[in-house]
């Protein structure tokens, strides 16, 4: 049954206007025939930012309803975050792990690193550069933000990764504060 719901797992179109009053929020979620549609988490991103989805399917392992909605309770997806007129796509992961969990920094080379609040959560970040590639290493900007919502009792790890400024992640990050998790 996992094998069928990871395969059947399609992204949601994004919502209509008046739905959402305010035009930069972005839902992310993974919608199922048979299971519906699960929310990962709500951004409201920086004017000119958007979201896209990749081309990986979200996995979902559990969900929890809340306030009249599906949360991933566990899982990942991958997206692209972008703006269109600098240039700039970022992949972005979200990671959500049952439980309490700390900010795995493995290959980062971390040029700072603090606390802040993510959707009304203490969060922990750090902005660094990661080698990626298979032969051709490739030094890339990233952030990384995890935070554990007492809610869902889980803990959300968001990586955005990409050819960009730091001041550009930091734009990011600095709306991370009004997201929704739950």
Same mark, same amino acid.
């Given at each position: &049954?996992?094998? @069928? @719901?990871?395969?059947?797992?399609? &992204?949601?179109?994004?919502?209509?206007?008046? %739905?959402?009053?305010?035009?930069?929020?972005?839902? /992310?979620?993974?919608?199922?025939? =048979? @299971?519906?549609?699960?929310?990962?988490?709500?951004?409201?991103?920086? *004017?000119?930012?958007?979201?896209?989805?990749?081309?990986?399917?979200?996995?979902?392992?559990?969900? /929890?309803?809340?306030?009249?909605?599906?949360? $991933?309770?566990? %899982?990942?997806? #991958?997206?692209? $975050?972008?703006?269109?007129?600098?240039?700039?796509?970022?992949?972005? &992961? !979200?990671? !959500?792990?049952? %439980?309490?969990?700390?900010? #795995?920094?493995?290959? $980062?080379?971390?040029?700072?690193?603090?606390?802040?609040?993510?959707?009304?959560?203490?969060?922990?970040?750090?902005?660094?550069? $990661?080698?990626?590639?298979?032969?051709?290493?490739?030094? =890339?900007?990233?952030?990384?933000?995890? @935070?554990?919502?007492?809610?869902?009792?889980?803990?959300?790890?968001?990586?955005?990764?990409?050819?960009?400024?730091?001041? #550009?992640?930091? *734009? !990011?990050?600095?709306? =991370?504060?009004?997201? *929704?998790?739950?």
């Amino acid at each position: &049954m996992t094998a @069928f @719901f990871r395969k059947n797992w399609v &992204m949601p179109d994004p919502p209509p206007s008046p %739905g959402f009053p305010e035009r930069n929020k972005q839902i /992310v979620a993974a919608k199922n025939l =048979l @299971f519906g549609t699960g929310y990962f988490l709500v951004l409201s991103l920086p *004017e000119g930012w958007g979201i896209v989805r990749s081309y990986l399917e979200p996995d979902v392992h559990s969900t /929890v309803g809340r306030g009249g909605f599906v949360w $991933v309770e566990a %899982g990942q997806t #991958d997206q692209i $975050v972008f703006h269109r007129q600098r240039r700039i796509a970022l992949d972005f &992961m !979200i990671q !959500i792990k049952l %439980g309490k969990h700390d900010l #795995d920094l493995k290959e $980062v080379q971390i040029s700072s690193q603090g606390s802040g609040v993510a959707g009304g959560h203490p969060a922990s970040y750090c902005y660094g550069e $990661v080698r990626q590639g298979l032969f051709k290493k490739k030094i =890339l900007k990233t952030l990384r933000v995890c @935070f554990h919502c007492p809610e869902l009792q889980h803990t959300l790890f968001l990586y955005f990764t990409g050819k960009c400024q730091e001041a #550009d992640l930091r *734009e !990011i990050h600095e709306s =991370l504060a009004a997201l *929704e998790c739950h």
